[in-house]
């Protein structure tokens, strides 16, 4: 938290930052007291609250989540399944985290892929890939983005930390 204050004859002036939220509060100093304590009484809680509620995975986490099925390769990010049983909705869901990685990490220009790009990479059958990808997009786990030239696909956050529950449980269940 930062505190700035400047005085002036019977004024004061105070500027508080916390985060992102700034306020800025002039007047007699009792006064201006006042507001600064309400301030943050008010405030540091309501924001505290917040960052507990946030959900934005950064690569390091996605890399630490998912490094056991997926590696970035010199073809491009693949599913990396070695003796893992996965499910047809698990590799593509896995692809696209793959291809997530790839982008934030500067191996890939996109993080999203067309269908037909999960179907070669994946190897699975085209009409069990567009089945999944509709299932998918339907529970929120994946967004699809048109445009005129394609149509793409890329994993959402609630994708991500649904995939990694789904993981963890086969892997619990295999350990």
Known sequence: MVVEALSQTSQMTISVSYGDVKAEFKGPPETVLLSVNEFIAKQVPAIDLAHKIYVNYSTQDLIRMFSDHVKVTPEGPRVWSEGQKLSDKDVVALQLVASKIGFETGKTT??????????????????????????????????RDSSEQSVRYRITTQGIHWLQGVLSKKTVRKG
Do not use: M, T, Y
């Open 110 to 143: 996109s993080a999203s892929l067309s269908l037909s790009d999960i179907q070669s990479f994946s190897s699975l059958n085209p009409k069990s890939v567009s089945s999944r990808l509709s299932e998918l997009s339907k529970a929120g786990c994946v967004e």
